[in-house]
């Protein structure tokens, strides 16, 4: 089993920033792409942001020259640095990790989400 902990949502104004972090545990051989996906109220879960293993970056039109995401191979963690946030990034945060596990199998993961709300 594989559990991903993603931490540093909360509260911030118009404009301000925060920093999200998802670290991966369990039965890990290797990881294929991580990435950052959100869901606000009424609507859809969208993808924000992923990178692969190699340092591919794909990012959501909405967010692009405002966050930032990167990872520790390592330590098998995603990051994601939000600048300049609006009110309309408000939503709940979840990491996602495509894991390839000890037992040789491919296996989609999902973090329990941080809630991320932007005053304005």
């Known amino acids: 089993q594989v559990q991903l902990v993603e931490s540093g949502g909360g509260l911030v104004q118009a404009g301000g920033s925060l920093r999200l972090s998802c670290a991966a545990s369990?039965?890990?051989?290797?990881?294929?792409?991580m990435g950052w996906y959100r869901q606000a109220p009424g609507k859809q879960r969208e993808l924000v942001a992923d990178?692969?293993?190699?340092?591919?970056?794909n990012y959501a039109d909405s967010v692009k020259g405002r966050f930032t995401i990167s990872r520790d191979n390592a330590k098998n963690t995603v990051y994601l640095q939000m600048n300049s946030l609006k009110p309309e990034d408000t939503a709940v945060y979840y990491c996602?990790?495509?894991?390839?596990?000890?037992?040789?199998?491919?296996?989609?993961?999902w973090g329990k989400g941080t809630l991320v709300t932007v005053s304005s």
């Open positions: 990178i692969t293993s190699g340092g591919i970056l």
């Open positions: 369990g039965s890990i051989f290797s990881i294929n792409a």
């Open positions: 996602n990790a495509e894991v390839i596990t000890q037992v040789a199998t491919i296996v989609d993961y």
